[in-house]
């Protein structure tokens, strides 16, 4: 599977910024990645990678970190294998490298749990 991110950039606090990732190939199993789960994790500088918003591909199931809820929204376009993050009200906190994972997860809000991911998307958020 290749993950391609896309969509970051430089916004001042209280912007908005739309993210893409766009899935295509199969995994190792030879399944196609419209079964799987799509997390979007961050990482800042000096920091641990987090979980930010995951949705399962199939049934449209979303989980959000508290951090984000009610500012961000996932939703996922199946006829063009893309899944988007809807950044909304960023914060100077909102600041990182964001990357979007593919797996099938126990734990979606767990990076250890995902074996694909794309190259991430810089995100920044000025005060």
């Known amino acids: 599977v290749q993950l391609q991110a896309s969509g970051g950039g430089l916004v001042q606090a209280g912007g908005s910024l739309r993210l893409s990732c766009a899935a295509s190939?199969?995994?190792?199993?030879?399944?196609?990645?419209?079964?799987?789960?799509i997390g979007w994790f961050r990482q800042a500088p000096g920091k641990e990678r987090e979980f930010v918003a995951a949705?399962?591909?199939?049934?449209?199931?979303?989980y959000y970190a508290d951090s984000v809820k009610g500012r961000f929204t996932i939703s996922r376009d199946n006829a063009k294998n893309t899944v988007y993050l809807q950044m909304t009200s960023l914060k100077p906190e909102d600041t990182a490298v964001y990357y979007c994972?593919?797996?099938?997860?126990?734990?979606?809000?767990?990076?250890?749990?995902?074996?694909?991911w794309g190259r991430g998307t810089q995100v920044t958020v000025s005060s």
């Open positions: 994972a593919l797996d099938l997860p126990r734990d979606v809000t767990m990076p250890s749990q995902y074996d694909y």
């Open positions: 190939g199969r995994t190792f199993s030879g399944r196609t990645f419209t079964i799987y789960t």
């Open positions: 949705i399962t591909w199939s049934g449209g199931s979303t």
